[in-house]
């Protein structure tokens, strides 16, 4: 059956897979959870879900040239996938940006949402690279700059 599969059942790399999906999406579902408190449109499960999915489809695309070196079969390359995923989670953050029509003032909104979308893909993404410390660092910052610097953002309006 492994054949067919073009791998081998490597039981301890896909643990280690969802280990990290799950540490990509704590670390997503924090960043949502500041959303959502602040009463943004996307919120915990769409941050979660995006650090999830980023970390996945990285992790699988970094241990796929493992399994198909070994069959002499394609080359993968992660950086690609990577490519695809910023592609993919921008259009997401898109559809958080609206722009409400006020005349000729018009206010666009959902910017921070939509940058924060896209800082969950790059931590799942962290995480599934190995990078840990830089993941929750940066989880970290991202959290002080939403909730420390928005206290500077109100007094300047």
Do not use: C
């Not at 896909?14 to 959303?35: C, K, T």
């Not at 409400?100 to 924060?116: E, M, P, Q, R």
């Not at 190995?130 to 660092?137: E, M, N, P, S």
């Amino acid at each position: 059956m492994s054949q067919l599969m073009l791998i081998d059942h490597d039981w301890l790399t896909q643990l280690v897979i969802i280990g990290q999906v799950v540490l990509a999406m704590v670390l997503g579902g924090f960043i949502g959870f500041e959303r959502e408190l602040a009463n943004k449109p996307a919120g915990f499960r769409t941050h979660t879900l995006v650090a999830g999915a980023a970390a996945l489809f990285m992790a699988v695309a970094v241990a796929s040239p493992d399994y198909l070196h070994a069959h002499g079969s394609v080359e993968i390359d992660p950086l690609r996938v990577a490519a695809a995923i910023v592609t993919g989670v921008s259009f997401l953050g898109a559809g958080t940006i609206f722009r409400s029509d006020g005349g000729s003032g018009g206010k666009v909104g959902g910017l921070t949402t939509a940058a924060t979308i896209w800082l969950s893909a790059a931590v799942g993404m962290a995480v599934a690279m190995g990078q840990l410390i830089v993941a929750v660092g940066v989880t970290i910052v991202a959290l002080v700059v939403l909730r420390r610097l928005s206290v500077l953002d109100r007094h300047r309006r």
